[in-house]
C-alpha cells in the first residue's frame, strides 16, 4: 500500500499490517525526489508511479526509491492514476481534459507509448480501472457557477473507451437523499463503483456500470475528510482521510 502525502518523504509503502516499509521521495529536482505528489498507484511487478503536479510529470520507482522513469512531455497537469490488468497506467490531466494510458517498462526505464484515449473532458481527476472488466471510472470536476455550486460528474467508460453511463452531483441529488460530492473512486473485486462523498463523509457503493447508479453507504461514520480509497488484495478496504490525516483500513467481513 502506498501513500502520497505532504511530509518530508512524500511516498510511503505500508505493508499488509500497517507497518511502514520504505518511504522516499524527498521535495527537489534531483531524480529520485518529488515536489507536489497528487496520486500513487502500484503496479504489477512492483513499482510505485506517482503523479508530480510541481513538474507535470509522471515518475515510476522501484520499492528501494529509485526512480526508473519520468514522463514530462504530453502532460499540462497529470492528476490522477491507476494500472490496468495488462499493467499499463491510465492517467488524468486535470488541465488539458484528458485522460492518457501509458505502456512502458518500469524495470528498464523505457517508456513504450504515451496514448491519449479520451478527450474533451471536464477537470477530470480521480481514476479507477477495473481488474475484471478493463472498465474505467473518471471523476469530473465541474465549474461552479457560484460560491457553493461546485459538484463533481462521473462517467463510466467501457475498457475499448465507449461512454456507458454518467451522472453529476445535481442527477444524483434527484436518486439520494443528499447531495453527494466524489472525490476518489475504485472498484470493488466484482466490479462496483465504490467512491468517496467529502459532503457526507462517507464511503458509497455505486453499483456495477451497467446499473449505474444504485446507492449503498459502505462506511458512513467514523471518516472526516475522506479523499482517497483502494482494495487491498485480501479485499480490505483502504481509506485515506485528510481531516485527520490517517490510513483507515476496514475488512471485507
Known amino acids: 500500500l502506498a501513500v502520497a502525502h505532504d511530509g518530508k518523504k512524500r511516498i510511503k509503502v505500508f505493508g499488509a499490517s500497517g507497518t511502514c516499509m520504505q518511504q522516499f521521495g524527498e521535495r527537489g529536482d534531483a531524480g529520485n525526489d518529488l515536489k507536489y505528489p497528487l496520486d500513487v498507484a502500484v503496479t504489477l511487478d512492483g513499482h510505485v508511479v506517482v503523479t508530480d503536479g510541481g513538474d507535470r510529470s509522471v515518475k515510476a520507482f522501484d520499492f528501494e526509491g529509485r526512480g526508473m522513469l519520468a514522463v514530462r512531455e504530453g502532460f499540462c497537469l497529470p492528476w490522477g492514476l491507476d494500472t490496468t490488468p495488462e499493467n499499463e497506467v491510465v492517467v488524468t490531466d486535470s488541465e488539458a481534459g484528458a485522460l492518457y494510458r501509458l505502456t512502458a517498462d518500469f524495470g528498464k526505464g523505457k517508456l513504450k507509448e504515451s496514448q491519449m484515449i479520451q478527450s474533451k473532458l471536464t477537470c477530470p481527476r480521480g481514476v479507477a480501472v477495473c481488474q475484471v472488466s478493463g472498465a474505467i ?117
Open 137 to 253: 471510472a473518471v471523476i469530473e470536476h465541474l465549474k461552479a457557477k457560484g460560491p457553493n455550486n461546485s459538484s463533481t460528474r462521473m462517467k463510466i467508460f467501457s475498457a475499448d473507451m465507449k461512454l456507458i453511463a454518467q451522472m453529476d452531483t445535481f442527477g444524483l441529488n434527484l436518486i439520494f437523499p443528499s447531495k453527494i460530492y466524489a472525490v476518489a473512486v475504485a472498484f470493488d473485486k466484482e466490479g462496483h463503483i465504490i467512491v468517496t462523498d467529502v459532503y457526507n463523509q462517507a464511503v458509497l457503493c455505486l453499483g456495477k456500470p451497467e446499473e449505474f447508479p444504485v446507492f449503498k453507504p459502505i462506511i458512513n461514520h467514523g471518516l472526516s475528510y475522506p479523499v482517497g480509497l483502494t482494495y487491498m488484495a485480501n479485499n480490505s478496504l483502504v481509506v485515506l482521510d485528510g481531516g485527520d490525516h490517517s490510513v483507515k483500513i476496514y475488512s471485507s467481513a
